[in-house]
């Protein structure tokens, strides 16, 4: 069977390596930190800290401690607070080792579409543009395919780009998926799924 | 009595002025000036400029300067937290220009330092390189982003000397760094006013050469998302 | 007579205005916090600090905490720290109200040249550059001609300069003179020196 | 053991090669990586160029990679300290590219920060512009100064946490932070190794990001200019 949302969260963990700074995106990828198990990786919230802890027992929510997500969280024994720009120069700057977003479409140049859908509410690109520019390594984890059953992985873009070529693995509820030259590369099937059901839920060149 | 003044409408009196540009500090509605943006609500003036990641709520944060029509645009990140924001804009009454987060920081720091203009590779092949320049370093191509030079700078920080230096808690301080950097004149509200000499020189996050008037304010710090976990049975 | 280094010092001390965050150069700048009197200015040594205060006691002496000159200096109840990135950027900015500094050449549109002799040794700009070309108002302090009796005061200057176009006002042991449309105007002059010595010992257009 | 190491040697090892380029922090003797230095001396790495704002002296900082010709080239903004330096550069066996002083630390800052390349004022009309784009802004010329993008960092800081977050003490902090975060790797030097959690998240001066390997050294912390003012009679 295809991979349930904790299972690709599970799967994601497994790319981080130790000693990591990685910044997780809202929704599925918040789930990553659940399963880092005993690897030393320290999470960035991009509003100004390292070393984000897990959300805080009631009662002891600060309101001057909030993640991206505005969600009450806490510190750790590690954290450091920093201002805005130097959170984003540390991004810009590749010290970010990896960054797991979500994402709408994801082409098979690595091209990144997650921010807007024309002729619909336009929340913002937040802090997403300058994290898959910026950081080592861009993991997208999202469905295969939309709600209509229309791939998600495809040979170009329709939305509005968030980043051009940014994105180095794709996990799916399928599977798992690098970007490379003239293609994405089918690296893992989720236990269960075969190649044909992959093959006709995505539309980008699929190489392997 | 230099730099401490009674209320934000008498630090902000002689300040405001129609069509001006305003940076504010603040990430949802963590580390914002509240009691700058009620007395600017109350001061009345319009058309405004506001650089300033989130627009806040309907009822708090900048949403009431947009629920009085006092803003003319915004230039921010992320303004999903705001209907009245969302009314306006897709009514046209609103000006929006999106800025990548750290876009936004780095043109507020930019402009705070002298630097008018810097290369990032934020943005590049996507809607927000439209119409800026490219220019390419060591094969790879970056886009030119301008310093936001404000009029005034409005600011939360949670200690304040009365030389102005400055000290912020945990995740509030995010934008207000920045933002305190890039106005022609910069006011801050906090939550105590300590003596001089009671904050330690390397604790200081912004030194008050940056801060031009204080006020000591009450402030509700409202949560947005409030999240918990449960504690685990003894 | 001509002013001497203290009273051109004193001289230099009446530009000040209270509030002001100001750098001063060496050799005779330095000696201008002498005379700031009951004004409300902060000092500030461009390697890392505002709130610059006097050379310790003997045996006092604090190996982490010195000023552009390297010199041993002390911290005020004002002081606050900070790296060379933020020291230039408040000084880029514009933040810094005023540079008080030493010059061998001024000319009349407000070049300066105050670090470099061709042939000579070369020791650097240090942070001259970025002073002059970033605070509010440049003041030099100079001997009004070199000890060859040459004018310091030029229509053009003859050595490489420092930054074009960015001295405000000139205070030399003869008198004080502003940089304006056309030359340089003769603000002030020091006691008992005549219109016609520094007439005979400017090279550069007076006005007025 | 993480980021943690026995010696300065020990530190860089696998880090040093030939024709590298290497930032520095430190201003004048104040606040230098003393140890590393010289364990740079002890590993001969030849050909280096070094970005630091000064060279030291001529027997303590830089200056002991000067008398053993390690260096190449130096980019800094003041080297009126070093008469071997100067004596190295008069005869055309040291390369020297001077840079004004804010712009050198912008220019770490820069790199560390993913910008390649920022726009400044200073040395407009000077030597410093010469070869390099001039743009305006404004009505207003500025110079594009470019990133230095280091192989290595090496810093100086008062404290680290095992994780690498850093304290620095007074004006020894100077061109650590921007220096340690242009480089591929930072190594760092500390007078003191303290318990993680010991430093109030909210003091740490640079994160441990920024930081890949610590060592704990003696500091000889030697003072260029002692002076002093006399104590006045009781």
Known sequence: MAWDRNQMAERAAQELQDGWYVNLGIGIPTLVANYVGDKDITLQSENGMLGMGPFPFEGEEDPDLINAGKQTITELSRTAYFDSATSFGMIRGGKIAAAILGAMEVAEN???ANWMIPGKLVKGMGGAMDLVAGVGKVIVIMDHANKKGESKLLKECTLPLTGKGVVDRIITNLGVFDVVEGGLKLVEMADGVTREE???LTEATLIN | MGKIYNSAAEALDGLLFDGMLIAAGGFGLCGIPENLISAIKDAGTKDLTVASNNAGVDNFGLGVLLQTRQVKKMISSYVGENDEFMRQYLSGELELEFNPQGTLAERMRAAGCGIPG?????????????????KNFNGQDYILEEGIFADLSIVKAWKADDTGNLVFRKTARNFNPPAAMCGKVCVVEVEEIVPRGSIDPDHIHLPGIYVHRIIQGEHEKRIEQRTVRQREEA
């Open chain 2, 118 to 134: 810097f290369y990032t590779k934020t943005g590049v092949g996507t809607v927000i390189a439209e119409g800026k320049e490219v």
């Open chain 1, 110 to 112: 690595g091209d990144l």
């Open chain 1, 198 to 200: 992959i093959d006709s």
